[in-house]
């Protein structure tokens, strides 16, 4: 089911600056729950919006994808996730520039469960927040 967001692509601001530091760590916590559920869902429309040209995308597995490459990834590879949470999110504003990280609960098709650790990099480009880097870190 592809996600809808709650903040749409190409939402922009007259001089094309982000948000103040208040409500961007309201956008980009809500766009991070978003993120979490576009990649549970491989809703790769939702993905393809808010990953940066450029991004990279590094995987608890040490696969390592460009933007391009991970789109792929989700649609031709089986969806291993029976669920995938978010939770201890803390988000750091620098400007144009926004930390995110999280610990992300999981469950496997196949029973197994676990909790990897994330961090995400947002940045303000053409107008809205995307994500230029992402790398997931398991824990034991």
């Not at 144009?96 to 303000?124: K, N």
């Amino acid at each position: 089911m592809p996600i809808t967001s709650l903040f749409p692509r190409g939402r922009t601001d007259a001089r094309g600056t982000p948000p103040d530091p208040s409500a961007t760590v309201d956008e980009v916590r809500a766009l991070n729950v978003e993120y979490v559920a576009a990649v549970r869902a491989r809703d790769d429309a939702w993905l393809g919006q808010y990953l940066a040209k450029d991004a990279v995308l590094l995987l608890a597995d040490g696969r390592r994808f460009t933007k391009d490459e991970f789109l792929r990834m989700l649609r031709d590879e089986p969806n291993r996730f029976r669920s995938l949470g978010v939770r201890d999110v803390t988000v750091r504003v620098f400007g144009a520039t926004v930390q995110v990280d999280a610990d992300s609960p999981w469950e496997l098709a196949d029973g197994s469960t676990g909790v990897s650790r994330y961090i995400g990099t947002w940045v303000w480009l053409d107008g809205r927040w995307q994500v230029v880097s992402a790398q997931v870190t398991p824990l034991r």
